[in-house]
């Protein structure tokens, strides 16, 4: 199975919007669904471990956390989440031209 790039995802469901007359969601609403998804999911997570944010500043953290996601679309373009994955695969080779110089930075770091 070869990776569908991102970018040919996000102009095909525009395409698709666009011929339906609105029927199907375009990339920008499924993009801010997934955001409002992952906020969500990750937001309760961070806050049961670490506490409210507000209660971490001044405390001197100065690394990240990476995830990967794997997530599937249904019939009707809503997102759900099968898993997330602590040690993500930063392959540049199956994730579009466009990205490669990020993922060879953040492997740099």
Known sequence: VEALPHAALWSTLDEA???????????????????????????????????????????????????GLDIILDSNLRPFVLEVNAGPNLEVADRGEMHAPLLREIKEI
């Open 17 to 67: 919007s666009a011929s339906s007359a609105g029927h199907v969601p375009n990339s920008t609403a499924v993009r801010q669904h997934l955001r409002s998804m992952l906020q969500e999911l990750f937001g309760v997570a961070l806050i049961s471990s670490f506490g409210h944010p507000e209660k971490l500043e001044g405390r001197g953290f100065a690394c990240f956390d990476l995830f």
